[in-house]
Each structure stands twice: as structure tokens, then as C-alpha cells.
């Protein structure tokens, strides 16, 4: 039980473009999910929460316009990076749960690469 | 601020010893603990969780952790350890309905 798909799981394209990725609950729903970014070598910083149905809280430093979340259903988050440049090539992870004493489980990550 | 120590970065171990990851935070009121690990380019799966009760807690694989609260600790161990254990683990404690992690203990296996 408690999976997470995340799609896609690897996305190579041009400066300028923009891309989105997938994080589903497949099994649960996910009354909250989180957005993740990790460099290499390096641990996991939160980049945002979103609860279904409302505006995603985003952590200092983020940008919002840059970092488009949307989490129209309990089942369905979405991150769309606008306009990517280099400097966003990374590993995104997402993370659902279903309740706040429940532990959040994770999807598999995207890496993305920016040419 | 709160925080999360891992003090190993790396630990290498050989096939069928024990192995002990430690984790130390900061933090003023009892936390949920949690212990969750990578494999290279891939997402992170959750091997274990404290909220309450019992300190000792028993996870996934054969891993458990134990709960110190006057160490402010919550170390990983496992008695016996397989190659396929050879990943990066993650401690994270959850603070106001967020995870904060700390910077992880890549563990290799030599067989």
C-alpha cells in the first residue's frame, strides 16, 4: 500500500520550455503532497506543500511564478516548471499522505536536464 | 532553528556484520521520527517511523531504531547486513507538517 507514481521519470529538453511532472497517489488519497528538489550529492529541500483544492505554500526562496503547483484532486498533483534554464536541472521528488499523523510516501523522482 | 545531524557521511560495512547509522536533532518537544532510504536515482522509501509509545520501533528489511529521548537521538541499526542494503539513508524529523532531513549516510557493503 501507500504508492506514489511520479511521471515523468526522466526529461532532457531545451532551455525556454516549459515541463511538468506528475505526482499520483495510487492507492490513497492525498489530503497534502510536497515538492522536492535534490542536488547531487546532496539531501532533500522542501520546495513547497499543497493541500487539495488550495494555493500551495511555498518555502523561502522558491519562486512561485517559476514553480507552478496544482493539486486539483486528492489523487493528482502537478509541478510545471515555467521557462527552464540550466540552473533548474535537478532531481525533483514528490511526496503524498493521507493524513497529518501519516507519514508521507515518495514518489520516484524526475530528473530533469536543461540543455 | 530545528535541525538534523547525521554525522557519517559514509560507512562501509562488511556483508553480514551489524551496522548502526546515527541521527541527532534539535528540537524543543518530542518529534515524529523517521528513517527513509535512496537508491541511486530513485525515489526515497520509508523503512521506519516513531510517533509515540514504544521507543524501540521495528521497521521494514530487518532495520529498527531507538528513540533516545535524553540523547535527542534516533540511531538505525541492523544486526546482520546484506549487499542490497548498500544505499543512502536519510533521517528526517517532521517539524510543524514538514520534513526536514538531514544530509544523509551513504552506506556501502564489501562483501
Known amino acids: 500500500g501507500a504508492v506514489v507514481s511520479q511521471h515523468p521519470s526522466r526529461v532532457i529538453c531545451k532551455s525556454g520550455t516549459s515541463v511538468k511532472i506528475e505526482c499520483r497517489s495510487l492507492d490513497f488519497q492525498a489530503t497534502t503532497m510536497f515538492w522536492y528538489r535534490q542536488f547531487p550529492k546532496q539531501s532533500l529541500m522542501l520546495m513547497a506543500t499543497s493541500n487539495e483544492g488550495s494555493k500551495a505554500t511555498y518555502e523561502q526562496g522558491v519562486e512561485k511564478d517559476k514553480f507552478l503547483i496544482n493539486h486539483a484532486s486528492l489523487t493528482l498533483s502537478t509541478l510545471t516548471v515555467t521557462s527552464a534554464h540550466p540552473e533548474d536541472s535537478s532531481f525533483y521528488i514528490c511526496s503524498a499522505r493521507s493524513s497529518t499523523n501519516q507519514p508521507q510516501h515518495f514518489g520516484d523522482g524526475t530528473r530533469l536536464s536543461i540543455l | 532553528a530545528q535541525s538534523v545531524t547525521q554525522p557519517d557521511i559514509h560507512i562501509t560495512v562488511s556483508e553480514g556484520a551489524s551496522l548502526e547509522l546515527r541521527c541527532n536533532y534539535s528540537?524543543?518537544?518530542?518529534?515524529?521520527l523517521f528513517w527513509y532510504v535512496q537508491s541511486p536515482g530513485q525515489g526515497l522509501q520509508l523503512l521506519l517511523k516513531?510517533?509515540?509509545?514504544?521507543?524501540l520501533v521495528q521497521g521494514i528489511k530487518g532495520f529498527e531504531a531507538e528513540f533516545k529521548r535524553s540523547q535527542s537521538s534516533f540511531n538505525l541499526r541492523k544486526p546482520s547486513v546484506h549487499w542490497s542494503d548498500a544505499a543512502e539513508y536519510f533521517c528526517?524529523?517532521?517539524?510543524?507538517?514538514?520534513?526536514?532531513f538531514g544530509a544523509g549516510t551513504i552506506l556501502r557493503v564489501k562483501s
Open positions: 528540537y524543543g518537544a518530542t518529534p515524529y
Open positions: 528526517a524529523v517532521e517539524y510543524g507538517n514538514k520534513l526536514v
Open positions: 516513531y510517533f509515540s509509545g514504544d521507543t
